[in-house]
């Protein structure tokens, strides 16, 4: 079994990569100009969800041009990448790459707004920002357990017993008392979301799904023709309408990545193919997949 993986936002897109892929792939020198305003926000602008999101997607579309596909495979996407995993399952037919690339931006806009709105309620100034930080605690054996999390504090990713991706606000982080031995880093977050926080970001949901329904209903896509295992619990699905129902679920819940991992065991994984762009979430998944090889696709 391969399993193919996609990165969340929390990439970013080096520009060198970028102009190389732009001289080398197909998918990226858009001789039909259907996608050339999209490359050019994207260079611009390569920390953006939409513009991971594109290039994710067009690496993928690349690589099915090019590659034998022979293996039996299953997809992994991490937060926004479930999204890419998705169209992935149905090798890039379910949206095209404009369609990916509107998902994402609309997602981000709806969680900026969320945002916004949950700190007005508290009383809470527009310049205050989340923060994503990543907490490894090698001593522990089971973090997410010895976290004693308060008022703004949230696991947005719970990777295994020894790695959370918490979010929250900078004075709550201040107050937060780590295990001994526990270290952190800080994640990219341009504009400063909770994510997976349900208590802001549950009104997204509705509108999330309403328009990620308008771009389906008339594509007559209904099953994946390789399985999704999904962010929220760890699941698997061939049916898009249930994998829709996940990506809008796991948008606004913590991500489960340490029972996706215990899918990829239970399914005998034996080989990963990570596409970019960047590597942290093919790092996160390496530690966990020590008996698969692992391939990379974008660096």
């Known amino acids: 079994m391969k399993l193919l993986t996609f990165p969340g936002q929390g990439s970013s897109i080096s520009l060198l990569s970028l102009e190389k892929w732009c001289k080398t792939m197909a998918t990226f020198q858009d001789k039909s100009g259907a996608i050339s305003d999209l490359l050019e926000y994207t260079k611009v602008n390569p920390s953006k969800p939409e513009s991971v999101a594109l290039c994710s997607n067009l690496l993928f579309q690349e690589w099915l041009r090019t590659k034998n596909k022979h293996d039996k495979m299953m997809v992994l996407g991490h937060s926004l990448g479930e999204l890419s995993a998705i169209n992935a399952g149905t090798e890039n037919t379910l949206f095209s790459a404009r369609d990916i690339f509107q998902i994402a931006a609309k997602r981000n806009d ?9 700190l007005k309620r508290e009383g809470r100034g527009l310049d205050e920002k989340f923060k994503l930080l990543a907490v490894r605690s090698p001593r522990s054996k089971d973090l997410r357990r010895e976290l004693c999390l308060r008022n703004s504090l949230h696991i947005a990713t719970h990777v295994n ?3 959370c991706v918490l979010t929250g ?34 009104e997204i949901m509705e509108p999330l799904y309403d328009y990620l329904w308008e771009k389906i209903k008339h594509s007559g896509i209904r099953s994946l023709k390789h399985q999704l295992i999904c962010n929220a619990d760890g699941s698997t699905t061939d049916l898009v309408d249930i994998a829709i129902e996940k990506y809008v679920q796991s ?34 998944l390496k530690r966990d997949m020590n008996k698969a090889t692992h391939e990379y696709y974008g660096e």
């Open 161 to 163: 017993a020894k790695i």
């Open 110 to 118: 709806l969680m900026v707004q969320a945002t916004h709105g949950w």
């Open 169 to 202: 606000l900078q004075q709550d982080f201040e107050a937060l008392q780590l295990p001994y031995g526990a270290r952190t880093s800080e994640l990219v977050n341009i504009d400063g979301i909770p994510f997976h926080d349900s208590r802001v970001l549950k």
């Open 251 to 284: 948008s606004t819940q913590t991500v489960e990545t340490v029972e996706c991992l215990k899918k990829i065991a239970e399914l005998g994984t034996t080989s990963a193919l990570h596409f970019g762009p960047g590597p942290q979430f093919a790092n996160m």
